[in-house]
């Protein structure tokens, strides 16, 4: 009766693998998916107990044939998460550090953001979540969208700034403590 906890055929992985292999297939298992840091690959290999001189010799090789570009995963990861989720450079910061990118690449990164890119990513963000403040007063959605942008990171500055533009847009005129009006 065979055990269902056998590795798949083909994976090298019994008591007598060579590190390097393994190693390796590691790293190619973990970059077929998406791209990764070398921090995050360093951790998958480290907890497969592959040594530290043959995990550093791979992450080299790796990153010397361009499979592992920690900048490069930098710029791609700012622009999805930007235009995706409508983070600040603060939360982006912050993410970047998680994954293991170190400052001086996650800085330089960070440095190509726009501030105006910032702001239109914040204002986006506010159009979107408009129509849930929608039966809110004035004050209540004011707070609410403004919430929202301090969680993905935006200051207070631009917070306050693009919220009371937008709901500028859609509250008449005088009717600051009326429910706030989208017209649906």
């Known amino acids: 009766m065979a055990s269902t906890s056998e590795p798949s055929p083909g994976l090298d992985t019994g008591p007598e693998a060579d590190p390097e292999s393994v190693g390796r297939k590691i790293l190619l298992d973990q970059l077929t998916g998406r791209a990764r840091t070398r921090a995050e690959l360093a951790g998958k290999l480290a907890a497969r107990d592959v040594p530290v001189d043959v995990a550093t010799r791979l992450l080299d090789r790796f990153e010397e044939v361009g499979l592992i570009d920690d900048e490069k995963f930098a710029r791609e990861w700012i622009e999805q998460r930007q235009s995706g989720r409508g983070l600040a450079r603060r939360a982006l910061a912050m993410e970047l550090r998680r994954k293991g990118i170190v400052d001086e690449v996650a800085r330089e990164a960070l440095d190509e953001i726009e501030p105006d890119d910032e702001v239109e990513a914040a204002r986006a963000l506010v159009r979107a979540k408009l129509r849930s403040v929608r039966s809110l007063d004035h004050d ?33 005129e005088g009717s600051e403590d009326a429910a706030v009006d989208l017209d649906w």
């Open 140 to 172: 209540k959605a004011l707070r609410r969208l403004v919430g929202v942008l301090a969680r993905k990171g935006h200051s207070s500055s631009v917070a306050f700034t693009v919220v009371k533009e937008e709901l500028a847009t859609v509250v008449p």
